[in-house]
């Protein structure tokens, strides 16, 4: 019964571990980011959004492959002389992209696939709004390894980009902010690519929000006349 309700309500459930994430991420940034907690919360995290985003067989099979790829990077920092850790962030981040660009086209084409709406498809399409943040830090964590200079970080701030989880965090406060169109200052991009990233990702945001919102009303009309017909 309860693995039911849980498969019924995934779209919550996976809400809640991702708000929790958030908020476990900035928290630990606050306090020092040493340790395995934050590994173990990304890990944990990056296995709910695939079993709960992937159903498909054929797609559960290359992006396990891409999650694999994910946490075996993330985890090899532990072991890996420092020395690797240019290319080694490179490749955990082209991954990310792929496995989070990956997620959010499957929430959306469920979504379109929908003749009816409910409360666990605006959580869906909620949490492929937050899923879409963390691939857009990945984008600018890469821009910023090729390019530190195209970004001016706060200096309260900049000391988190020594640290492998403060600067994941620090970036994924930003894509956020930049999905949002809020433009805080604690990281500003003053040239290409982070100023190219930086308007691509308030289109998406914009555009995501429309479309999504656009989609659900129409579902909500086609079914509220589809009730009165019968009626």
Same mark, same amino acid.
């Given at each position: 019964?309860?693995? =039911? ?18 908020? !476990?991420?900035? +928290? ?10 934050? #590994? ?10 695939? +079993?709960?985003?992937?159903? %498909? ?11 694999? /790829? ?8 532990? !072991? ?7 290319? %080694? ?23 379109? %696939? ?16 937050? &899923?879409?943040?963390? /691939? ?5 964590? &890469?821009?910023?390894?090729? #390019?530190?200079?195209? *970004? ?19 970036? $994924? *406060? ?6 949002? =169109?809020?433009? *805080?200052? #604690?990281?500003?991009?003053? %040239? ?15 555009? *995501? ?12 009309? $086609? ?9």
């Amino acid at each position: 019964m309860g693995s =039911t309700w849980i498969v019924r309500h995934r779209y919550a459930v996976l809400l809640v571990l991702l708000l929790a994430a958030i908020a !476990f991420q900035s +928290f630990v940034v606050r306090i020092g980011t040493a340790g395995l907690w934050p #590994d173990l919360v990304r890990s944990g995290l990056g296995m709910a959004i695939f +079993f709960v985003v992937f159903e %498909r067989r054929g797609e559960r099979a290359i992006l396990a492959a891409i999650l694999v /790829g994910i946490l075996a990077i993330g985890w090899s920092r532990h !072991f890996v002389p420092a020395s690797a850790n240019s290319i %080694r962030a490179l490749a955990f981040h082209a991954l990310m992209v792929a496995f989070i660009a990956a997620a959010v086209v499957v929430i959306l084409r469920e979504l379109f %696939r929908l003749k009816v709406t409910g409360a666990e498809n605006v959580l869906g399409a909620i949490c492929g709004y937050l &899923i879409a943040g963390d /691939g857009w830090a990945s984008l600018n964590a &890469i821009a910023f390894q090729l #390019d530190p200079t195209a *970004y001016d970080i706060n200096p309260e701030v900049v000391a988190l980009l020594d640290d492998w989880q403060g600067r994941l965090a620090l970036f $994924s *406060y930003y894509s956020l902010a930049q999905m949002l =169109t809020i433009g *805080y200052s #604690d990281v500003t991009p003053v %040239r290409a690519p982070a100023t190219t990233l930086s308007l691509f990702a308030a289109l998406f945001g914009l555009f *995501y929000t429309a479309v999504v919102v656009s989609q659900l009303v129409g579902l909500a009309q $086609s079914g509220s006349g589809k009730d009165r017909r019968e009626t």
